[in-house]
């Protein structure tokens, strides 16, 4: 039996380590499903989920739609540029005109930061984040968490670094409220402008030098120069940025033989990350991709039938 009394799940800083754990082991038995011959459970059979994408995505949008699928949910997809959004209808009215057909959850990715909670106001739906604005991505940090854990056996006491646009980025601060819920060290790198002073009061060491950093690591998260998201220049040029904080064949020399380097994508090939490395870094990249599939079905699973206490998978 699982006990799950969360209906929304809109950030990792609001979830326990207890309830990221109940989310862990149900995402390993709907992986398990997922290399069956027939990869379908009957959890969410009648349930209705729209996914709400009011900015683009490939990897979340995907997978969200996949876990419902393999969860026998109605899927319904929703895409900002090819609604009536374009035609001056609000975000709110939006959701009004799908609330009328009743659906038990809401999986929404929108710009604009900690805008869930109040959108949350005219559904009676579930909402999961699929990531607001530079706040919270959580189930982007629940996939990431999860394939470290996969790989390294635990969560506790490891080393973090997390290198690049931390200003913008709400995989970092996702994935800073989770790991440090397992007691592992955060550390951040990347230019002084792209760190804010918010990222102090975070418990997470801060550095600019990513040479220093990379021996220490168990764990290193490249993020995505987000350059829709900056209305000025953060740093003089890419070729500056390249220079000083992307791993190259050289930088790499300097890591852990088994520190795991991660990006959530999309990966700016030679900006994050070397394209020279790319045979070497891809399959872990893309292994997250997969493990994704699996927590979002356990996310979908745990908000879609609970209210209480709920029967786990097998
Ligand atoms: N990591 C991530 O959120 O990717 P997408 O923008 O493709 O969903």
């Excluded at 109040?118 to 990431?144: F, K, M």
């Excluded at 550390?187 to 002073?197: D, F, K, S």
Aim: glycine residues 6%; aromatic residues 8%.
């Amino acid at each position: 039996m699982v006990n799950w009394q969360k209906k929304h799940i809109l950030g990792i800083k609001d979830l326990t380590r207890q309830e990221i754990e109940v989310v862990f082991n149900l995402a390993a038995s709907f992986k398990e499903l997922s290399q069956r011959e027939v990869k379908k459970a009957p959890a969410l059979r009648g349930k209705t989920v729209i996914n709400l994408f009011f900015e683009s995505s490939t990897r979340t949008r995907t997978s969200f739609e996949l876990a419902a699928k393999r969860l026998s949910a109605d899927v319904l997809n929703f895409s900002s540029s090819t609604s009536s959004l374009s035609k001056g209808e609000t975000i709110v009215d939006t959701i009004k005109n799908l609330e009328s057909y009743h659906p038990d959850i809401l999986v929404i990715r929108i710009g604009y930061s900690n805008s869930l909670y109040s959108l949350s106001q005219y559904t009676s739906a579930s909402i999961v984040n699929a990531g607001d604005g530079a706040n919270e991505h959580p189930t982007q940090a629940l996939l990431d968490m999860f394939t470290v854990k996969e790989i390294k056996g635990t969560l506790e006491g490891l080393s973090v670094l997390i290198v690049g646009d931390i200003k913008h980025s709400r995989v970092a601060r996702s994935n800073i409220f989770g790991f440090q819920k397992f007691s592992s060290s955060l550390r951040v790198c990347g230019p002084p402008t792209l760190i804010p002073y918010e990222f102090h009061k975070l418990g997470v060491d801060i550095s600019y030098n990513l040479d220093e950093c990379l021996p220490q690591a168990d764990v290193i998260i490249f993020l995505r120069i987000q350059q829709e998201r900056q209305t000025s220049s953060f740093f003089p040029s890419i070729r500056e940025y390249v220079n000083n904080f992307s791993l190259n064949p050289e930088r790499i020399k300097r890591t852990k033989k088994d520190c795991l380097i991660m990006h959530p994508g999309p990966v700016n090939w030679d900006i994050e990350i070397s394209s020279q490395l790319k045979e070497r870094i891809h399959p872990l990249i893309l292994k997250q991709v997969e493990n994704g599939l699996a927590v979002r079905m356990a996310t979908l699973y745990l908000v879609g039938t609970q209210k209480g206490e709920y029967e786990n998978t097998d």
